[in-house]
């Protein structure tokens, strides 16, 4: 196993796989559908065995391989992984084959195909692995603006009403933010130029520098403009709104859940060990933001009548407190927003699909729409609540841990954050609880009623005979086995990691002291 290049397996697979779902015939749904199953599942015993075969005492990158690319500038398809990059690869291996089982019976808008739609989630598989994977700048840039692609025509092709318009602002955005880090990729080029006699795009290599502060400052800024819409952080996160609520689920699942979590892992693999003294520079400017964008996005979620808007808005508060846990510059308040970024998939990924479960039954994304939904789907209503409690970060529940380590790592150093960072743990029960409430108890209403045929009036009743009133009962069903199958790992690994977070936290903890150490810092 050694020698099995794993982690290129891990892009190559899924991107194989793509291409054979989309030659498929068309009319082969069922085919499409059992063969990207497949293929997602050999990517997650991919992600299982590098884990096992990973070194926590060991070399900070491992699984390193590397090939020439681009010779002239110093390009290499060099591929490596650390503790914070490897769970991210738990993270896509467990998440996709969850968003495949429950897209399995999705209706899609007029005219779009199921094949095109498990073809685009393959190769954002893959997309998202070489992001995670990348030890060369260049490289991590192009896997950066590659997986745009696909979750483009995700959104735009198999989205909502509002899809085109979604996903064309999710470009824009992106693709601005990629072409500002662009240019700072090519001026990090430059002064490894400068320094080292050629330039290079090595990860390794560029730590050594020793840059300008001056230089450092633009060079963060490019970098974290790019990584701050990709999060996102207020004010870049208008376009993530749009985007989850619009998407169909299991994009919806993979861009809250993985995508978004591009942004975060930035901060902690680029921005804070190739530039420290900026990262120091400008961390109260990044505090400042990621307590306003956990105040101000909780307070929008609880103004939400649209539960995937609502979700969404829960979504850029929690990326708060892992900026929170970042630019703390502390071991322990890094490594719980590591575990946040992973925690934060399973637990928000696990809401969005059983948001998408009662929208399906119901027609309807508005909250109003629905009540009493319990009383008929127990199932539904027990995992909605499981879902809901990891999200508000319950104890006892994954989420409760990285937040703990965030706010007290973070505490000794930024008291004052910490504390206005408390206040959005307040909002998210009201948020999370109000929004349960009102579809899980309280009386059936809105879409979710119908009316049944109205009764023949009595036998003999002439005249003067009345009809019967309307009986009303919910058009709703509870969990199928199918339903039960996708939702029982993520429930699993809430009440699991809620317990025993520990075989997550050896894996993250060593990567984030080497990148503290590259920052200078010490506990």
Sequence with gaps: MSDLPLLLLMIVVPAVGAAVVAALPKGRDEVAKQVSLGVSLVVLLLAVLTTVAFDTGGERFQRTSSWTWIADFGVSFALGVDGIALVMLLLIGVL??????????????????????????????????????????????????????????????????????????????????????????????????????????????????????????????????????????????????????????????????????????????????????????????????????ILYAALLAMGQSDMKRLVSYTSISHFGFIALGIFAFTTEAATGAVLYMVNHGIATGLLFLVVGMLIARGGSRQIGDYGGVAAKAPLLAGVFLIAGLASLALPGTNSFVSEFLVLIGSFPEEPVFTILATVGIILAALYILLMYQRTMHGPARGVLLQEDPAEPAPAGGGATATLAPPRRSLRITDLSRRELAVAAPLVALIIVFGVYPQPLLELIEPAVSATMSDLGGTD
């Excluded at 954002?124 to 745009?148: H, K, N, P, R, S």
């Excluded at 520098?209 to 207020?234: M, N, R, S, T």
Aim: hydrophobic share 55%; net charge negative; glycine share 10%.
């Design 96 to 293: 996709v084959p969850v968003v495949i089982g429950a897209s399995w019976n999705d209706e899609l808008p007029e005219r779009r195909s199921m094949t095109a739609y498990f073809a685009w989630l393959l190769l954002l598989e893959a997309m998202m692995v070489g992001v995670f994977v990348a030890t060369d700048v260049f490289l991590f840039y192009v896997f950066f603006e590659a997986m745009l692609v696909p979750m483009y025509f995700i959104i735009g092709s198999f989205g909502g009403p509002r899809r085109q318009y979604a996903a064309v602002k999710f470009f824009l955005y992106s693709l601005v933010g990629g072409l500002i880090m662009l240019a700072a990729v090519i001026g990090l080029y430059v002064v490894s130029a400068s320094e080292l006699g050629a330039g290079t795009f090595a990860f390794d290599a560029l730590r050594q520098l020793e840059i300008d502060p001056g230089v450092q400052k633009l060079l963060f800024l490019g970098f974290f403009i790019a990584f701050a819409i990709k999060a996102p952080l207020v004010p870049f996160h208008t376009w993530l709104p749009d985007s989850g609520s619009e998407a169909p689920i299991g994009g919806s699942v993979l861009l809250v859940g993985v995508l978004d979590k591009v942004g975060t892992f930035g901060f902690l693999r680029y921005c804070l060990p190739l530039f420290p003294d900026a990262s120091r520079y400008f961390a109260p400017f990044v505090l400042v933001l990621a307590v306003v964008g």
